[in-house]
């Protein structure tokens, strides 16, 4: 069951919010809702969020985002429509069941850190488990735990004036993470941080998340951040949700020319992964197989490496064109001593984080899933998708200046 879901949700602010509803619902639009002074701040909002996702909502400055994120939070009630968080629809809930809501279920990081200045990192961490009651001694231990997962670990008894911007948003994200919720609310939360710490406080968050498998749902204006860290990502403009799906959907195939001319500097190499370009192996070679049998192989398809497997599919390395033949030659029945390692990669890896390994070797790259053999990547393969993708010229000018010495041969 998706742990955040909004159903034609709408945010009007003025007078009268339900007839200016109206108006919008029988065609007016928001510039003329504008003239009469009213902000449809969110049209029409509808998209769930599963267990475990980081969901981020992107969009300019006025977009509707902020607010959106509000009603997420039970700040703001929406004018129509329905926004369920953990089961429960808070525009349906009094007071009392609302303020327990969104301290049980939902916690919050914010732009500007909103630590307390004149408490310790470690009463900041502990804050949320304080308004809910928890004993001191307990508190304490998993604020403590928090800080530990974000870096902060020795840290608790410094005030919030003694740390940079970066720890002190540590701080931020220790404090929800100590808060125990099921989601996790993230409103522009490394916004104000410089290039560098923002890029720390992404990787920290992919970390974490991979530990702990929070359901997030993110809030930013820079489309490059989205793409690094959305499982899947809504485009506002204008109070509405213009297009949702993954990065790759994005990218691939924007729903309009708004969304087309937003993704146009975008690095697909940094966004787009392994899974998008890999291919299926024209053939493989049975671990029980001899050196004959993938020479043949390797001739038949004009290959200069085989992938090898077992009877699950699971990788168990290559044999190469050269070792095959020369294998043949001495009479060598068995594969024995003749299987090298591939390089393996997996479904996610960025296509950024290929060049160097393929520049490296002539051999296809192979794409795994767990142990298994999903597909393969050869050189071939990867210059051919860099033709379509924008800010790899030097990535490809370093896989053309290495296959200038040796034959590609195609996919594995």
Same mark, same amino acid.
Request: glycine residues 10%.
């Given at each position: 069951?998706?742990?955040?879901?909004?159903?034609?949700?709408?945010?009007?602010?003025?007078?009268?919010?339900?007839?200016?509803?109206?108006?919008?619902?029988?065609?007016?639009?928001?510039?003329?809702?504008?003239?009469?002074?009213?902000?449809?701040?969110?049209?029409?909002?509808?998209?769930?969020?599963?267990?475990?996702?980081?969901?981020?909502?992107?969009?300019?400055?006025?977009?509707?985002?902020?607010?959106?994120?509000?009603?997420?939070?039970?700040?703001?009630?929406?004018?129509?429509?329905?926004?369920?968080?953990?089961?429960?629809?808070?525009?349906?809930?009094?007071?009392?069941?609302?303020?327990?809501?969104?301290?049980?279920?939902?916690?919050?990081?914010?732009?500007?850190?909103?630590?307390?200045?004149?408490?310790?990192?470690?009463?900041?961490?502990?804050?949320?488990?304080?308004?809910?009651?928890?004993?001191?001694?307990?508190?304490?231990?998993?604020?403590?735990?928090?800080?530990?997962?974000?870096?902060?670990?020795?840290?608790?008894?410094?005030?919030?004036?003694?740390?940079?911007?970066?720890?002190?948003?540590?701080?931020?994200?220790?404090?929800?993470?100590?808060?125990?919720?099921?989601?996790?609310?993230?409103?522009?939360?490394?916004?104000?941080?410089?290039?560098?710490?923002?890029?720390?406080?992404?990787?920290?968050?992919?970390?974490?998340?991979?530990?702990?498998?929070?359901?997030?749902?993110?809030?930013?204006?820079?489309?490059?951040?989205?793409?690094?860290?959305?499982?899947?990502?809504?485009?506002?403009?204008?109070?509405?949700? #213009?297009?949702?799906?993954?990065?790759?959907?994005?990218?691939?195939?924007?729903?309009?020319?708004?969304?087309?001319?937003?993704?146009?500097?975008?690095?697909?190499?940094?966004?787009?992964?392994?899974?998008?370009?890999?291919?299926?192996?024209?053939?493989?070679?049975?671990?029980?197989?001899?050196?004959?049998?993938?020479?043949?192989?390797?001739?038949?398809?004009?290959?200069?490496?085989?992938?090898?497997?077992?009877?699950?599919?699971?990788?168990?390395?290559?044999?190469?064109?050269?070792?095959?033949?020369?294998?043949?030659?001495?009479?060598?029945?068995?594969?024995?001593?003749? #299987?090298?390692?591939?390089?393996?990669?997996?479904?996610?890896?960025?296509?950024?984080?290929?060049?160097?390994?393929?520049?490296?070797?002539?051999?296809?790259?192979? #794409?795994?899933?767990?142990?298994?053999?999903?597909?393969?990547?050869?050189?071939?393969?990867?210059?051919?998708?860099?033709?379509?993708?924008?800010?790899?010229?030097?990535?490809?000018?370093?896989?053309?200046?290495?296959?200038?010495?040796?034959?590609?041969?195609?996919?594995?």
């Amino acid at each position: 069951m998706s742990l955040i879901e909004l159903s034609g949700v709408h945010k009007i602010f003025g007078k009268r919010p339900q007839r200016a509803l109206a108006r919008l619902q029988s065609g007016a639009t928001r510039e003329e809702l504008r003239a009469d002074g009213i902000t449809a701040a969110v049209i029409d909002a509808s998209f769930t969020v599963d267990p475990g996702q980081i969901f981020v909502v992107m969009g300019l400055s006025g977009s509707g985002k902020s607010t959106l994120i509000r009603m997420v939070n039970g700040l703001l009630e929406p004018t129509s429509g329905s926004v369920v968080v953990a089961g429960e629809d808070l525009a349906r809930l009094d007071a009392r069941k609302l303020r327990r809501a969104r301290r049980e279920k939902v916690s919050m990081v914010f732009q500007h850190f909103a630590l307390l200045p004149h408490r310790t990192v470690g009463e900041n961490a502990a804050y949320a488990l304080k308004v809910k009651g928890m004993n001191r001694s307990d508190r304490q231990r998993q604020a403590e735990q928090a800080l530990e997962m974000v870096g902060l670990g020795g840290w608790g008894g410094s005030l919030p004036g003694d740390l940079s911007g970066g720890m002190r948003q540590r701080v931020g994200l220790a404090r929800a993470l100590a808060a125990g919720t099921e989601v996790m609310l993230m409103d522009e939360a490394f916004s104000a941080l410089d290039p560098l710490i923002r890029r720390e406080m992404q990787d920290q968050l992919i970390e974490l998340q991979n530990q702990l498998g929070k359901t997030i749902l993110f809030i930013t204006h820079d489309l490059n951040e989205a793409m690094r860290l959305g499982d899947r990502i809504a485009m506002m403009r204008d109070g509405r949700i #213009v297009q949702q799906g993954t990065a790759e959907q994005i990218l691939n195939d924007p729903a309009n020319d708004y969304v087309a001319q937003f993704v146009q500097d975008v690095d697909r190499t940094k966004v787009l992964t392994a899974a998008s370009i890999m291919e299926r192996p024209v053939a493989v070679l049975g671990a029980g197989q001899g050196p004959r049998a993938a020479h043949k192989l390797m001739r038949e398809n004009q290959l200069n490496a085989l992938m090898v497997v077992d009877r699950q599919h699971n990788l168990r390395g290559l044999i190469t064109e050269a070792t095959a033949a020369e294998a043949v030659k001495t009479g060598q029945e068995s594969l024995d001593g003749l #299987v090298t390692p591939a390089h393996q990669v997996t479904p996610d890896t960025c296509v950024a984080d290929l060049f160097t390994a393929a520049a490296e070797r002539p051999e296809p790259l192979a #794409v795994v899933e767990g142990t298994k053999l999903a597909g393969v990547i050869a050189r071939v393969t990867l210059l051919s998708a860099l033709g379509n993708l924008n800010g790899s010229e030097t990535a490809a000018g370093e896989l053309v200046s290495a296959g200038s010495a040796t034959t590609d041969g195609g996919q594995a």
